[in-house]
C-alpha cells in the first residue's frame, strides 16, 4: 500500500492522473482522489515542468 502512496505522490503518479483527466476516464481518477484525499492533482504540477519553446 506505501507503494501505491509514494506512485501517487511521483512525478509519474501526477502524469498518470493528467493522462487520466485528459482521457475524459474521470472516473478513475475520483476513484483515486476519494481513497487518499490528500492527493490533489493540478495541471500546475504538470505544466510547472514544462519548458515553452521560443
Known amino acids: 500500500m506505501e507503494d501505491v ?3 501517487l505522490w511521483s512525478v509519474e503518479g501526477v502524469e498518470l492522473a493528467g493522462t487520466i483527466q485528459f482521457s475524459g476516464d ?3 481518477l475520483k476513484k483515486i482522489q476519494k ?3 490528500e492527493f490533489v492533482f493540478s495541471l500546475e ?3 510547472g515542468d514544462v519548458e515553452e519553446d521560443d
Do not use: E, I, N, S
Open 26 to 28: 474521470l472516473d478513475l
Open 5 to 7: 502512496k509514494q506512485f
Open 35 to 37: 481513497r487518499y484525499p
Open 45 to 47: 504540477d504538470l505544466v
